[in-house]
């Protein structure tokens, strides 16, 4: 400090102006050093290195000046500025995986732009794979060991269980419960551990017994406790849950046919085909080894299982397995299903089921929503097993008449308390849910919801002591009657429970004439269903229904082409309808669960009109009569059904179901001089089947007979097409409604629906969950007898030709769940054929299923 105050204060111009210089004359000198350092000796070369096939950059290459140490990277884009100390040079250019490369630099002024290609080296295809030759030879011991250890097979067998089937509607909003439609039902809703609310739907307890003798299955329910919020339909649903949606398992079997599908075993014979299944671990237990495998699907899309299951070395028999199907699987509105079985050995080294565990999740759409969770119907089964016995056994006891006797009385609830006590008490859910499923039934929303599902199910709208319907008879349009509208009515069981009156009245706006008629139905008090009935009717009907479609169509609603397209999209009416005043009493008698005969003589008189003369040699009748009785045999194999109100629903199985049928009788024309007549017969055999193949089923119906003696035209068979854009399940999609008339006769309806199993492989289309299907519909007949000596057979009605009648279908279904399309040709050629027929179009159908 003391040194710059003296500077300061001595104030010498011209000692500053010296210091200044000096500092100038330094910084000048070492600018004129660097900038002639600059043009005399810096030599630098600019490049980029590339991928001479793909032009990317290459970073991080090494740059060298050949025979020397100078060198450098390129930076991340490839680029380099490397110092050159003299020209002329050569540059060597190197990176891993590519030839390496020399550039000769001439002179300064060069840029190198470097192209380096790919070092590839081709080796021959190695394959890797594990040896799974242990765990494949165990698989085949399981698979060789399982028809011994399928408990189907054991003979003799005796068992008990207790089955516990709850549905919850869940996911629901707490605004829900708070409702004006539920506010006086809020105590019923149940808070879910995500506070949620779920709405108890069903509940059913049954206690069983089971036997089987010399290859005879008998079982028969010893309690029974069962309520749900739909009361009419509460039958329905328990047949739908027990024989279709949570069915006893049993992964023996090559496949487990739920949900209306075949669904693959992980231990069937043909496992390795649908799975990846791999020896995971084992155990000592009881000195006895325990191998533990994983199963997984090959596709995600397919309907198959994964988890794991538990076999027992030496029988080789299940202990336990699980099984879960995945997410993405090509199924409908199933958004999960799990399966927990344990197994328990018995006294004579057998293994049976200890306990089956079911928890399914049923959903409009399996995507979950944004903001919140989509509703599932919540559906948990249990099935516990006791007293399994493989011993010697007493003849079994016959099934009591009718469970239903047993249902909620005080002494099967008293059983079902103790039998629940003992294996599987109620949880929390569980035990609110009957008392939820009481306080709804009286909610009036819920009891209008009761009447339309159970009018969806068996056609009729409950009015009290009286129902509405069959619904598909309310609108018909025909050639004859134009727009014809019905009003149908009869007795409700809430009147008679074995008693039912009915009867319709309907009216064409073209013809303006009425159409009616009337039936009564007596259940008789017998010990196997038996039902007498009596029936009239004066209406027109089509020509060409077949006189046998009761047994083909057999739930009791299912009529017409079996089609909601084929009402609004009819090109052409159907002129073909003949006017029949009917009368007949009918026997109905179950002789068994798979035998059912029906005995019906009945009194027909047929009426002529302008579209159908009935002419005798030169004469023109206005009607004929028939007197005839029919006979039916059916044969079902045990075919599963829900008994309604004089009515059954049917329910498929893989078994076919067999109709011996047999009409006979005699025919009169009213002729000048006399009436002429004659007798006849008609035999008829109809089989139907659905065949589960995996992911892939096959549906067929298929249908023969003759008709004995010489007949009035409309007493021949012909085969029923459609005018419209319909698929029809049991009609042909493009015959005429007039074609052929046949004494002799062969039909058969073929429909393969494949599941998915090309369209789950292609990119895109995968996730539509489309399936394939392809149809095949074909009619051979004959005209063997001289029928027109009895009445000429009109000219739009001809013998078949020598070949038969063919046309194929392909197509897509499963289109937002609901929608069919297919594209039908017809296979014979030929302007024969054009007469009656179209050649090829588009048929549409609504369908859903799982």
Known sequence: MMREKNFKKENNPYEGQALWRKYVLKYFCLALLLLFSSLGFSNNIKGKIQDS?????????????????????????????????????TIIIKFIGYK???????????????MLEEDVVALNEITVKPDNSYERSLLRKIIKNRKKNNPDNYQPLSYKDYTRTTVFLSNLRVKT??????????????????????????????????????????????????????SQVNPQIKTILHKKVTTEFNFYNNQIDILTRGFPSPISSTALMYYNIYLSDSIVSNKVKHYKFNFFPKSYKN???????????????????????????????????????????????????KTQKINLKLTINKKEGKKRKKKTFDVQKLICYRDANTNNLAPFAEMPSSSYALLNTEASNNKIIAFRHEVAPLDTFEQSAYKGIKKLKENKFIKVADKFSAMTLNGY????????????????KNEIEGHRFTLPLRTSEKLFKNFMAGGYLGYGFKNKELAYGGNVKVMLPTKKRSILSANCHYDYFDLTKNKFVEFIRENPYQQGGGNIISSFTSKVPNPYLIRNRHIDISYEHQVNKSLGILVRPALNRYYSNYNLAFNQGNQSLSHFDTYNVMLDARLSFSQDYDEGFFSRIYYGN???VFHISTLMGQYKLPVKGGKKSGYYANVNLSMKSRFNMGPMFLKSMIEGGAVLGRVPYPLLQMPRGTRDIGSARYHFNLLHHSSFASDMYMSAHLCLNGGGVLFNKIPLIKKFNMREVVSFKAYYGKLLGNHDKVMKIPNMLQAPGKEPYMEMGFGVTNIF????????NRINKGAYFDKFSSSHGFRFRIEVSF
């Open 53 to 89: 096939k793909t032009r990317e950059s290459i970073p991080f290459a090494n740059v060298l000046v050949k025979n020397t140490t100078n060198g450098m990277m390129s930076d991340s884009d490839g680029n380099f500025n490397l110092n050159i100390e003299k020209f002329p040079c």
């Open 100 to 114: 390496s490369q020399e550039v000769r630099v001439e002179n300064k002024n060069q840029f190198l732009n470097v």
């Open 177 to 230: 419960s708070q409702s004006k439609t539920f506010r006086n039902s809020a105590d019923a809703f149940v808070k879910s551990s995500d506070s949620t609310l779920m709405m108890p739907f069903y509940m059913d307890e049954t206690i069983s017994e089971h036997a089987r003798k010399d290859k005879v299955d008998n079982s028969h329910i010893t309690a029974q406790k069962s309520d749900g919020i739909l």
């Open 303 to 353: 309907i198959t299982f994964k988890g794991h299951f538990w076999v027992e070395e030496g029988s080789w028999a299940l202990t336990e397995i699980k099984a879960s199907l995945p997410n993405s699987a090509n199924l409908n509105f199933v958004k999960d299903l799990e399966v927990h079985i344990n197994y328990e050995k018995l006294s004579d080294e057998k293994w049976f089921y």
């Open 461 to 476: 709208y409950n009015l009290g002591k009286l129902d509405l319907g069959p619904y598909f008879s309310f609108y018909r």
């Open 654 to 656: 893989q078994k076919p």
């Open 817 to 824: 769940k609901c929608l069919r399309v297919e594209y039908v």
